[in-house]
Each structure stands twice: as C-alpha cells, then as structure tokens.
C-alpha cells in the first residue's frame, strides 16, 4: 500500500523558511518522480514543484522559482520542499504526491498546513 506521510508545516512570518517532509512507503520511491502540490483556500489544486527519480529533472511553478527548493533521498525514501522568502500568498496546506505534475488520482499525503501571516 502506498504511503505519503507530510510534515513540517506550520506558522511563519513573512520572508520566513519552512522545510517540508514527506516519508514515502509502499512502493519503489527511487523509481518514481513525485510533486508538491498546494491547495489554498477557495482555489484549485496548484503545482508547486516537481522532480524526476533521480532529481536530474526539475519544475517549478512561476510564482516560487527562485524561493522554492525540491529535493529528495532516495536512501531515506523522502522527499523534501525548502521554502524560503515565504509571502502570505503561499498560506495553503501543501501534499506531496506520487507522479510528475498534478493528479486528481494519484496518491497524495495527507496534507500540511502552512500559514504566512505576521
């Protein structure tokens, strides 16, 4: 069974960092690119980033490039969203999600809550 445990959300300034965290089970990470993906209130899903298995391909969305940093540790099977310069534009729960780009099926975490508000 497929497994995506989101962590590291939380309350930040804005210009603030967050890193998040998602631990990943229940099947082979190392094989699978995988996206972040946002939700903020009253809006559609958005991509955040996403990454190929081996982190040789990268994407951002627009309005986080250059603030955004995805990563991953295939040996920890997790994967990671440093968020720097934080603005309350970015307040939303963020998911990681199995696959490259947006999926309305595929598997997701459980969500994070980040919130940028002075």
């Known amino acids: 069974e497929v497994q995506l445990v989101d962590s590291g959300g939380g309350l930040v300034q804005p210009g603030g960092s967050l890193r998040l965290s998602c631990a990943a089970s229940g099947f082979a990470f190392s094989g699978s690119a995988m996206s972040w993906v946002r939700r903020a209130p009253g809006k559609g899903p958005e991509l955040v980033a996403a990454?190929?298995?081996?982190?040789?391909?990268?994407e951002y969305a627009a309005s986080v490039k250059g603030r955004f940093a995805i990563s991953r540790d295939n040996a920890k099977n997790t994967l990671y969203l440093l968020m720097n310069n934080l603005k309350p534009d970015d307040t939303a729960v963020y998911y990681c999600q199995k696959g490259w780009g947006y999926g309305a099926l595929s598997p997701r975490g459980q969500g994070t809550q980040v919130t940028v508000s002075s």
């Open positions: 990454i190929n298995r081996n982190g040789g391909s990268i």
